[in-house]
């Protein structure tokens, strides 16, 4: 079980507004906010001229405010000493999650870029993994607007989920050498109108968060968890390029 806070038994998962323990009722309850609070999220995006990260934190805020109580903050502001790790794959350190999720960002606002790099970008944000849970979800949500705005969409109706996870994987752990890129190339489609998004989105296979593994937690004043962390981002060789303030 994820147990970030340390207090399930008293909170429930992740310190949920209703105490619910049972993670099956919980994954229930957030894909039913996900796609009733999809239109208002989608609202929100269309309105930005640029996105950037406090629109990555807004998006998730808006989906999952009615659930959670840290909805819309990252990790760096609710976990800063925790490292968190899926298997043998960490995600990036908390106070670097503004970074590598707006290292794709950046990326993702040249059209002619976002047309040959989606798999890098995505894994971008993947890496960032800013949240406690839902990440999935608003990072699927901010790259459809991020294609749509190049005049392309990605057919994930097409995808496998499973050689998808594999990708990405293999993208979080050897970033830019085209893992991703090379997945998604052969679903590349025209543009989706936002209309038909909600139909997309929502009918996507495994978007419902069961049957996922689960994120494990540790800190980083273990010497362990430090020297692990640190030998997995040296093995990724991948320095950021964009300096943000």
């Avoid at 109580?69 to 794959?89: F, I, M």
């Avoid at 960032?128 to 901010?142: E, S, V």
């Amino acid at each position: 079980m994820f147990d970030p806070f340390g207090d399930f038994d008293t909170a429930g998962y992740l310190r949920n507004f209703e105490q619910e323990k049972n993670l099956r009722i919980v994954k229930i309850a957030e894909h039913e906010l996900f796609r009733a609070q999809l239109p208002a999220a989608l609202d929100y995006l269309s309105t930005r001229k640029r996105i950037e990260y406090q629109d990555f934190l807004e998006v998730h805020h808006i989906l999952f405010k009615g659930l959670y109580p840290w909805a819309g903050k990252d990790r760096a502001e609710v976990l800063p000493a925790s490292a968190v790790k899926k298997g043998n794959l960490y995600f990036c350190h908390p106070l670097d999650c503004r970074q590598a999720v707006s290292e794709g960002l950046h990326i993702a606002q040249n059209k002619k870029q976002i047309a040959t790099r989606h798999g890098f970008i995505m894994g971008m944000f993947a890496y960032g993994h800013p949240f406690l849970d839902g990440n999935g979800r608003t990072m699927l949500l901010i790259h459809a607007e991020l294609c749509f705005r190049a005049n392309l969409s990605i057919n994930w109706l097409r995808t496998s989920k499973v050689n998808y996870l594999n990708a990405l994987t293999r993208e979080i752990e050897s970033p830019d050498k085209g893992h991703l890129d090379n997945y998604l190339q052969p679903f590349v489609e025209n543009q989706i109108p936002r209309s038909r998004w909600l139909e997309t989105l929502v009918m996507l296979p495994g978007l419902d968060g069961n049957r996922m593994p689960s994120d494990d937690i540790s800190e980083y004043s273990d010497p362990k968890t430090t020297q692990e962390y640190v030998d997995f981002d040296s093995c990724r060789d991948y320095k950021f390029k964009t300096k943000f303030d």
